[in-house]
T-cell receptor
Framework: DSGVTQTPKHLITATGQRVTLRCSPR?????VYWYQQSLDQGLQFLIQ???????AKGNILERFSAQQFPDLHSELNLSSLELGDSALYFC?????????????FGPGTRLTVL | AQSVTQPDIHITVSEGASLELRCNYS??????LFWYVQSPGQGLQLLLK??????LVQGIKGFEAEFKRSQSSFNLRKPSVHWSDAAEYFC???????????????FGKGTKLSVKP
């Protein structure tokens, strides 16, 4: 158990819909990362937050958005869903300090868009 | 641009045989390098990491990896594979954000390991 929790575990929805994925980081970790894993694209970085502020953006579509709340949990919002958005979405957290720190991954949310 | 290449998509080894999974990276400075393992339906677990110092690093589950700067490689090895090692293995390099703070991981496409009894 990495200490990172993600809900829900599975999500099945229809095209055009909007969903919210939730992540709670490890206790004490201020940085949260979102990744998308699909068969064709592999593991792709979406976005990073640090203590409530956006820190870096990767290959995140405009239809997707995220935020990190004062209690440090994070939500990834996916809207106008398309079939190609079906994937496994991972959240990871890390401490930030003087050294490079390990990222701990949650179990993921599997999104299926029908 | 930073990138990671894992040239082998799928490898099959016999139980008890040795294993080497290849990883090449492209990064301008001294890289932060990682190997993660993903079992079916599971999240990613860190096997080992290299930041600096001794180029041979030991990890969990009997794995080790060797950093070779001249070859831009960070290959993962295990002397004797167990059936429970069947999984997908990902090599990653750690990015650094503008301003020097820790950034995201850049992953290779992964190598799927099958183990024959």
């Amino acid at each position: 158990d990495s200490g990172v929790t993600q809900t829900p575990k599975h999500l099945i929805t229809a095209t055009g819909q909007r969903v919210t994925l939730r992540c709670s980081p490890r206790s004490g970790d201020l940085s949260v990362y979102w990744y998308q894993q699909s068969l064709d694209q592999g593991l792709q970085f979406l976005i990073q937050y640090y203590n409530g502020e956006e820190r870096a953006k990767g290959n995140i579509l405009e239809r997707f958005s995220a935020q990190q709340f004062p209690d440090l949990h994070s939500e990834l919002n996916l809207s106008s869903l398309e079939l190609g958005d079906s994937a496994l979405y991972f959240c990871a957290s890390s401490a930030l300090g003087q050294t490079y720190n390990e990222q701990f991954f949650g179990p993921g949310t599997r999104l299926t868009v029908l | 641009a930073q990138s990671v290449t894992q040239p082998d998509i799928h490898i099959t080894v016999s139980e008890g045989a040795s294993l080497e999974l290849r990883c090449n990276y492209s990064y301008g400075a001294t890289p932060y390098l990682f190997w993660y393992v993903q079992s079916p339906g599971q999240g990613l677990q860190l096997l080992l990491k290299y930041f600096s110092g001794d180029t041979l690093v030991q990890g969990i589950k009997g794995f080790e990896a060797e950093f070779k700067r001249s070859q831009s490689s960070f290959n993962l090895r295990k002397p004797s594979v167990h059936w429970s090692d069947a999984a997908e293995y990902f090599c990653a390099v750690g990015a650094v954000n503008y301003g020097g703070s820790q950034g995201n991981l850049i992953f290779g496409k992964g190598t799927k390991l099958s183990v024959k009894p």
